[in-house]
Each structure stands twice: as structure tokens, then as C-alpha cells.
């Protein structure tokens, strides 16, 4: 495998991993959402975002920071209210 196509196949498990427990928790009626794979593919992608920001030392968006924004975005996505999720 090239580093593309491995690069690629990560991702891809990532958000197929997120995806389904999204579905999961939908199924369990503890989360809303109406499209996990739409909502899978924003949340890896923030998450890519951020993660590149904190590799670049972005002082405004150290660890603790990435973190609560993933995780309130996360929340949005599946409707719920943030400080379900967030510190």
C-alpha cells in the first residue's frame, strides 16, 4: 500500500467508527441525528482541522481547547446540548 491509500483507508475506519456510534446512539434514542455519515465526515474533518492547529503550536487552540470545541460540535451534531459533553 502506498502512504495515500493507507492514509485513506485510515480515515475511512475513523469515520466509519464514528458513524456507527452515532447510529448507535440514535438507535438507543440517545442521540438525534438524521444523517451520521454526513455528520461523521464534518467531525473527522474538524477534527483534522484542529489537529493541525495544535501540531502548529496555534496558541489559540492549545489541547483543552481542541478538545472542548470537538466535543461541543460533537454535541451539536447529535442533539445535544453541549455541557452534556463538555467539562
Do not use: K, N, Y
Request: charged residues 30%; contains cysteine; hydrophobic residues 45%.
Amino acid at each position: 500500500e502506498s502512504a495515500r491509500e493507507l492514509r485513506a483507508a485510515m480515515d475511512r475506519r475513523f469515520r466509519d467508527h464514528v458513524r456507527r456510534t452515532i447510529e448507535a446512539g440514535v438507535a438507543d434514542g440517545t442521540f438525534e441525528c438524521s444523517d451520521p455519515a454526513s455528520s461523521a465526515v464534518r467531525l473527522v474533518a474538524l477534527l483534522d482541522g484542529l489537529g493541525v492547529q495544535g501540531a502548529l503550536g496555534d496558541p489559540d487552540v492549545p489541547e483543552e481547547r481542541m478538545v472542548e470545541l470537538w466535543l461541543a460540535a460533537a454535541a451539536s451534531e447529535v442533539g445535544l446540548p453541549p455541557s452534556r459533553l463538555v467539562g
